[in-house]
């Protein structure tokens, strides 16, 4: 198969969303917004292997489509439009994210795949082309081909990295991400926050004032900072994920959010606290169908 092609293996880290404001819905059903996000140390794993034949997809997890509604394939699909690369290529997911957490497992996924790729095809795509394609397969995609976090605007294609010296506040923070026995769709729920009428957005001046800010002060800490806009609708139809994060806020005094459309929540830990007696809360609180993982934003 020549030089380029050989097997391509690339991280897929997961992203958490310390502030998303959703502004309002778009003419073409999806939503603006603004948001910060940030990828962790933490997430799946995907291997690319070239083949003949059609792109395929595997997991080494049930529950994952291995079919065209898997975004790895649109991401093939979408880089063959971009290039003309025909090649058919097989694709293992080795997954840690969770299905439906609102953590980006499937848009991550599609974006390394996206660079594998590019790898074995040796390199047809630049920078501004990866773009392109990752905003052609998924609102989220974008932000993975950052190395950083980022403010989002638009629905989520219109990406820019954190500045420097905010950055320099977050990185490499502890962050505990855990997640109940069940899932939340995203489509759901967008859906019931747009069943809510223009009340359940957050203007668009008042969430650019809201970052700005906490981007101006220097030094103030990320608690500030942290939104998000799909608590509401979510909390409403499930009481156990609010009840949770009130008894973290007062047992250990830190500041859990939720991330993106849920279920999954994170708290920020400082080095010097001890994440066992928070585990152990959620545990008791969620049971045993419970996932928690402690992780760095990256």
Same mark, same amino acid.
């Given at each position: ?12 880290p997961a992203k958490i969303n310390l502030f998303l404001a959703i502004t309002g819905r778009r003419p073409d059903a999806f939503h603006n917004l603004v948001s910060v996000a940030a990828p962790l140390t933490w997430g799946d794993l995907i291997? =690319? ?60 996924? &599609?974006?390394? =795949? ?21 905003? =052609?397969?998924?609102?989220?995609c974008p932000l993975f081909l950052a190395p950083g976090p980022v403010i989002m605007r638009g629905r989520g294609e219109r990406i820019e990295p954190l500045p420097r010296e905010a950055y320099g506040r977050i990185r490499g923070m502890r ?7 069940? &899932?939340? +769709?995203? +489509? ?50 499930? +009481? =156990? ?58």
């Amino acid at each position: 198969m020549g030089r380029l092609l050989r097997m391509q293996s690339h991280p897929a880290p997961a992203k958490i969303n310390l502030f998303l404001a959703i502004t309002g819905r778009r003419p073409d059903a999806f939503h603006n917004l603004v948001s910060v996000a940030a990828p962790l140390t933490w997430g799946d794993l995907i291997e =690319a292997e070239p083949v003949a034949g059609p792109s395929t997809v595997s997991c080494d997890q049930p529950g994952v489509p291995t079919d065209g509604s898997n975004l790895v394939l649109k991401a093939a699909a979408a880089f063959a439009v971009a290039t003309g690369w025909q090649q058919g290529v097989h694709f293992t997911i080795r997954k840690k994210i969770p299905f439906g957490a609102g953590l980006g497992g499937a848009s991550t996924d &599609a974006v390394a =795949a996206l660079r594998a790729m590019n790898g074995l095809s040796g390199g047809l795509l630049d920078r501004e082309g990866l773009l392109q394609a990752a905003a =052609a397969v998924g609102s989220d995609c974008p932000l993975f081909l950052a190395p950083g976090p980022v403010i989002m605007r638009g629905r989520g294609e219109r990406i820019e990295p954190l500045p420097r010296e905010a950055y320099g506040r977050i990185r490499g923070m502890r962050v505990l991400v855990f997640k109940p026995g069940f &899932a939340v +769709p995203t +489509p759901w729920a967008y859906g019931r926050l747009a069943a809510e009428g223009p009340k359940s957005y957050v203007t668009l001046a008042g969430a650019e004032a809201r970052l700005s800010a906490w981007l101006e002060r220097a030094g103030e800490p990320i608690d500030s900072l942290l939104y998000n806009t799909m608590e509401r609708p979510v909390f409403a139809k499930f +009481p =156990a994920v609010p009840l949770l994060l009130e008894q973290i806020r007062g047992r250990f005094g830190l500041a859990p959010r939720m991330s993106g459309s849920g279920s999954a929540c994170f708290a920020l830990l400082h080095e010097d606290v001890d994440a066992g007696p928070v585990e152990a809360q959620i545990r008791e609180s969620w049971g045993p169908s419970a996932f928690v993982v402690e992780t760095r934003l990256a």
